[in-house]
């Protein structure tokens, strides 16, 4: 994967900013638009990101300046722009936080600016829409899937699982010695929820109802994995970056991870491979959908809203989703440029299927969701450190 080497300014409180000029001059007496871009790019991403955007802003004829905020601070950020009317012209947003930004009347709809949502799977459109309105659309997204140790499965003679019943098997006999059958994150905290959403959704649980039998069901299952010795039982302090550590210190044989590893994936001796995550009948998984979507601010300055949304058009063309897509390890957010992508490289052909199948975390309960997330975690992690059984950690949590 090709890297560029450019130094990057990270803005933690959205006061440094990186300027990316056009041809054109940029002053103001020349009347030339400037756009300012919010985004939650790190060192590393920024750069891909800041290339596009120098693109585009070449093809309209504009200039625009980029701030790259921590994205655990960013929110509040937003909340406080938006009362003070200083929210910048285009703004990223991690896509569960789009319908509350957009509640709170700091968007635009991008139908607006001639932006629609044809051709992207259903979840993509859910993950930027509020109240029928696309607000927010990402050109790039991720999910979840299970990577194995290609070499320790062959040897074992076991197959990729498909199934819950494949895999609570392969995860058994694979456990060996100091390694472990599969690792996950089950930490206290979104990120735990992300990871268990697979289970919970593919077993047909919803956010309406977390002590329904459907995710009983689905946190047993996981419950289980750690019960029988076949899952470390520090996955519920495991970050999803701590899990992909573990995978490629031989201390796992499965994990449950994202293409964002994909890095230190090809850089490490480990021979790995990936599949959909199994499911209980072997269907395809219904797993949540990642990634950062564009949005256009209400400024109240029009010209620049319409600059903004012609600026958000051009960053998601095809040709930017397949660099980005290739640059940061994701799946590119158009279904005909995703199949395009996954036929060239078969390290994302189990996150293109998946993405297809994918669910918004916001799908249910849209901006409620927060509230749901932080139950489930909760009790998953009541569950894993056997506090209490799965059924009665639910049931608690569903009665908080």
């Known amino acids: 994967m090709v890297k560029r ?7 933690m409180a ?21 756009l300012a871009i919010t985004d939650t790019m790190s060192e590393t991403s920024a750069p891909i ?32 722009q938006a009362s003070s009317d200083t929210l910048p012209d285009v703004l990223m947003l991690d896509n569960p936080d789009v319908q509350e930004i957009a509640q709170a009347g700091a968007l635009s709809p991008l139908s607006d600016y001639g932006i ?42 076991i197959e990729a699982p498909q199934t819950w019943e494949e895999l609570s098997a392969a995860a058994a006999e694979l456990t060996e010695g100091d390694r472990y059958g599969i690792a996950f994150s089950s930490t206290n905290s979104f990120e735990g929820t992300w990871q268990f959403l697979p289970f919970m959704w593919s077993n047909g649980g919803t956010e309406e ?4 039998d459907e995710t009983v069901e689905a946190l047993e299952f996981v419950d289980g994995l750690v019960e029988d010795g076949s899952a470390s039982s520090s ?41 959909p995550l199994p499911t209980p009948d072997g269907e395809a998984p219904v797993a949540p959908l990642g990634g950062e979507a564009f949005t256009v601010p209400n400024t109240g300055d029009s010209e620049s809203m319409e ?41 994302i052909e189990s996150f293109v299927s998946t993405v297809q199948s994918a669910q918004a975390r916001t799908a249910t309960l849209g901006p409620e969701w927060p509230d749901a997330a932080t139950r489930i975690y909760t009790a998953v992690q009541l569950a894993l450190t056997d506090e209490m059984d799965p059924e009665d950690a639910l049931e608690q949590a569903a009665n908080e």
């Open 5 to 11: 080497q450019v130094k990057v300014s990270i803005a």
């Open 14 to 34: 959205g006061i440094a900013s990186i300027g990316l000029t056009a041809c054109s001059s940029g002053s103001e007496d020349s009347g030339e638009i400037e």
């Open 49 to 80: 990101y800041e290339e596009i955007y120098d693109q585009c802003a070449s093809e309209l004829g504009i200039t625009v300046t980029a701030n790259h905020v921590a994205g655990s601070g960013l929110i509040q950020t937003v909340l406080q």
């Open 116 to 157: 629609d949502s044809e051709g992207y799977p259903e979840s993509v459109i859910q993950a930027g829409t509020y109240e029928g309105d696309l607000y927010g659309l990402a050109p790039v997204v991720n999910s979840l899937a299970l990577f194995y140790n290609a070499e320790i499965l062959e040897e074992a003679g």
């Open 209 to 212: 109802d977390i002590a329904a």
């Open 235 to 275: 996955v519920v302090t495991w970050s999803q970056n701590d899990v992909n550590d573990q995978f490629l210190a031989g201390n796992a044989a499965m994990m449950v991870n994202g293409p964002w590893n994909r890095p230190s994936l090809e850089d490490s001796d480990v021979e790995f491979d990936s599949v």
């Open 307 to 347: 600059a903004a949304g012609e600026f958000v058009s051009c960053i998601s063309g095809d040709e930017h989703q397949l660099t980005m897509a290739s640059e940061r390890g994701a799946v590119p957010s158009s279904t005909a440029v995703a199949e395009e992508a996954a036929a060239e490289d078969p390290f």
